[in-house]
């Protein structure tokens, strides 16, 4: 490759360091990326595909993608939350797309309270301190709540707020719980449950770069949804077919072959969208199924 300076190359925006940093990356690579590093190990270039990753702050993502600066971003469902209001607030004709869910950097953003104080519904939080650093999202939450409160906005450590004396309670992202725990706070209700998305800059972007992201778009999909599938093939007794098809999870039509030399024996071949655990293969062998072989499956594209 040599065109790593120009505009025809895809930005994508990842969080340098956290929670979603590592499994963005394994996407990419998954998706068929190999690259390597700049000098500053902020950027990765591309060696084999059009596109570089930027390597930002999570919560600058949002706004990357949506000024064009980056066409693609891997970001936080909270985060994108927090910024599309931030975004129509200031009036915003377009916002960004989200174009995916991504299956990790599951959490939720939670209320939490010290632990012992009461809490019953979203009427406690009345003309309390709450701290955060999602003003926007905390905001939306208790306007739709019908509550009056005070958003105490807070960058990091939100969690050291309530024993600091600067609010009476949190709202912050959970996820093991661990961060809690340590400061004895207490969760008491969710705003938000969030997950990693893809997302895709408002800006028409040019046809050979617009290639390339639908490319991108269709292997992430592929990585998805390979993560669960499972090849199977078997034997059956073909008079037990339509049992053995019902047997199998998630699979569409499967291919049925005849076994040379029998009548009433066929081979099954099928790709299950979900997992395929033992008690399934049990019950598959009670129906007259045998030979069984369950096998991962690698890559797919529909
Ligand atoms: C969040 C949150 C807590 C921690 C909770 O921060 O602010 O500190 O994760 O996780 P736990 O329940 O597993 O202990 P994050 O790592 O997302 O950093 P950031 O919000 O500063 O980007
Ligand atoms: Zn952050």
Redesign the pocket.
């Known amino acids: 490759m040599n065109s790593k300076e120009t505009g025809d190359r895809i930005k994508i925006a990842v969080?340098k360091s956290?929670?979603l940093t590592e499994h963005s990356m394994d996407l990419l690579v998954r998706c068929g990326l190999s690259y390597s590093r700049g000098k500053d190990r902020l950027i990765c270039y591309g060696e084999n595909m059009p596109i570089d990753v930027l390597l930002v702050?999570?919560?600058d993502i949002p706004d990357l993608v949506q000024e064009d600066v980056c066409d693609l971003g891997i970001v936080?469902l909270?985060?994108i939350e927090e910024s599309a209001l931030a975004l129509r607030a200031d009036g915003a004709s377009r916002l960004f797309d989200q174009v995916a869910t991504l299956d990790f950097g599951q959490?939720r953003l939670s209320f939490a309270v010290p632990r012992g104080t009461p809490y019953r519904d979203a009427g406690s939080l009345a003309g309390k301190r709450i701290a955060t650093?999602y003003p926007r999202t905390v905001s939306d939450y208790l306007e739709r709540n019908g509550v009056d409160a005070n958003v105490v906005v807070f960058?990091?450590?939100?969690?050291i707020a309530p024993s600091l004396g600067r609010a009476d309670l949190i709202c912050?992202?959970?996820?093991?719980?661990?961060?809690?725990?340590?400061h004895d706070l207490q969760e008491v209700a969710t705003v938000l449950e969030s997950r990693a998305a893809l997302i895709r800059t408002p800006v028409e972007l040019a046809p050979a770069k617009a290639r390339w992201v639908e490319r991108l778009l269709q292997r992430i999909e592929g990585v998805l949804q390979v993560k669960e599938s499972k090849y199977i093939m078997l034997h059956a007794p073909r008079a037990a077919l339509k049992e053995i098809t019902a047997l199998l999870p998630g699979s569409e039509a499967p291919t049925i072959m005849t076994l040379e030399g029998t009548d009433d024996k066929v081979a099954v071949h099928a790709v299950c969208r979900e997992n395929v655990f033992w008690e399934t293969l049990e019950q598959l062998k009670e129906v007259g199924a045998s030979s069984m072989l369950v096998l991962p499956v690698e890559k797919m594209l529909a």
Do not use: F, M, P, Y
Request: aromatic fraction near 0%; include cysteine.
């Open positions: 969080q956290g929670r702050r999570d919560d936080g909270n985060i959490c650093s960058s990091g450590a939100v969690e912050d992202l959970v996820s093991s719980g661990e961060t809690l725990k340590a």
